[in-house]
């Protein structure tokens, strides 16, 4: 595993739930090739666009890679860096307190697109004025717009 991907991502709703889009940019350093992918959904969560975003580009790549996927998402980031999946899994998909785990569906899918890689988890400040997380910003916003009655 040679390669290197830097992935930034960002989820957006128009509401929570509401209309809401995703958006991922990847980055090959030895390159300098960048990837956009975006998409969305009428009726969502804002926390399920962010996992989707980040299931959707572990997916785009075609083979093993060293992966740094940076997200303004406490929520993501936190899960695989504070252990949460692994006792949210070893607890059946409940967490501390008992309760089903929100957005198991996204959360096993985004554990097998990740388990062919090697990711490190980033948080990075939303908002912040970083290019690239305001470029995905950017994109899921527009996506989301685009389920808005009059969205373009």
């Known amino acids: 595993m040679s390669a290197q991907v830097v992935i930034f991502t960002d989820g957006a709703c128009s509401g929570n739930p509401g209309p809401g889009g995703w958006a991922a940019r990847m980055i090959h350093p030895g390159s300098g090739k960048t990837l ?4 969305g959904e009428p009726l969502t969560t804002n926390n399920r666009m962010e996992l989707t975003a980040a299931l959707a580009a572990l997916q785009a790549l075609k083979r093993p890679v060293q992966v740094e996927l940076h997200s303004d998402s406490q929520y993501l980031v936190r ?14 998909w409940r967490t ?13 899918r985004l554990l097998e697109a990740a388990s062919r890689h090697r990711v490190q988890w980033r948080h990075v400040a939303g908002h912040a004025g970083h290019e690239h ?10 996506e989301a717009m685009k389920f808005r009655p009059g969205g373009s």
Not at 133 to 142: I, P
């Open 36 to 39: 956009d992918l975006s998409g």
């Open 79 to 92: 899960a695989f860096n504070e252990g949460w999946l692994d006792r949210w899994r070893s607890n059946g």
């Open 96 to 108: 501390a307190s008992k309760k089903p785990v929100e957005n198991q569906d996204l959360w096993e």
């Open 133 to 142: 997380n305001e470029a995905c910003d950017r994109l899921a916003r527009e």
